[in-house]
């Protein structure tokens, strides 16, 4: 099993609609959890962390399900501009693994 | 102005020369990070510095080593590039971790085409 595994996508989704995707990890020992967004040719940026009780920012929803070993982000009211590829990190110590992203395209 | 930086942005090389890459940070930030980047294969963490004074290698650091000058630089060197190590190179900056990460700043990348 991949440390870190996300589902690559293209995810097509009309604008407004809402989307989930997961991503699953194989460390049960993991300490923190992320969810990055990466536009085209760009450096990533921190969308979110995922905390144990889950939390809410705007129309982004992450949740984090420790029995089952994955995190999950919930779009909501998607736009156009939400279009990206959205990677999952995962943390244990020093050690930082990314997974692979999975892409996002929010359709007019 | 950008608080982390990369220069340069686009480089060309041929076979077998020496590449250096330099990343600047203005956040203060005592931890540094140099990751790769390629279509299909995700970012993967080449070497990091927790501070001047401590290098540590990551997933792939054959082929590569870093310099950390000062705690706003860290350059990332191939002695020897070869074609394979075309890709997107990230360099990024992150805060003391507290009882695990904190939030990873990237710059703006460096692609590199070794021909």
């Known amino acids: 099993r991949k440390e870190v595994e996300q589902d690559p996508g293209p995810f097509n989704v009309p604008e407004g609609a809402t989307v989930a995707f997961n991503c699953t990890y194989s460390?049960?020992?993991?300490?923190?959890f992320f969810w990055y967004r990466q536009d085209c040719r760009k450096e990533p940026k921190l969308l979110m962390s995922?905390?144990?009780s889950g939390n809410e920012d705007g129309r982004f929803t992450a949740q984090l399900n420790r029995a089952s070993q994955y995190i999950s982000l919930l779009i909501r009211d998607s736009k156009l501009s939400d279009s990206a590829t959205y990677l999952c990190?995962?943390?244990?110590?020093?050690?930082?693994?990314f997974g692979k992203g999975t892409r996002l395209h929010i359709l007019p | 102005d950008a608080d982390v930086t990369q220069t340069p942005r686009n480089r060309i090389t041929k076979t077998g020369k020496r590449i250096m890459l330099e990343c600047s940070q203005t956040?203060?930030?005592?931890?540094m990070y140099w990751y790769r980047q390629d279509p299909g294969l995700g970012l993967r963490l080449i070497y990091y510095s927790f501070d001047v004074k401590d290098i540590n290698k990551g997933e792939i650091s054959d082929g590569y080593s870093v310099s950390r000058q000062a705690q706003a630089k860290f350059s990332l060197s191939l002695e020897s590039a070869i074609p394979n190590q075309t890709a997107l190179y990230f360099c990024?900056?992150?805060?003391?971790?507290?009882?695990?990460?904190?939030?990873?700043?990237f710059g703006p990348g460096t692609r590199l085409t070794v021909l």
């Open positions: 990024a900056t992150s805060d003391h971790w507290d009882r695990g990460m904190n939030e990873q700043f």
């Open positions: 460390n049960s020992a993991s300490q923190s």
């Open positions: 990190v995962v943390n244990k110590g020093d050690k930082i693994i």
């Open positions: 956040k203060g930030h005592d931890r």
């Open positions: 995922v905390y144990s």
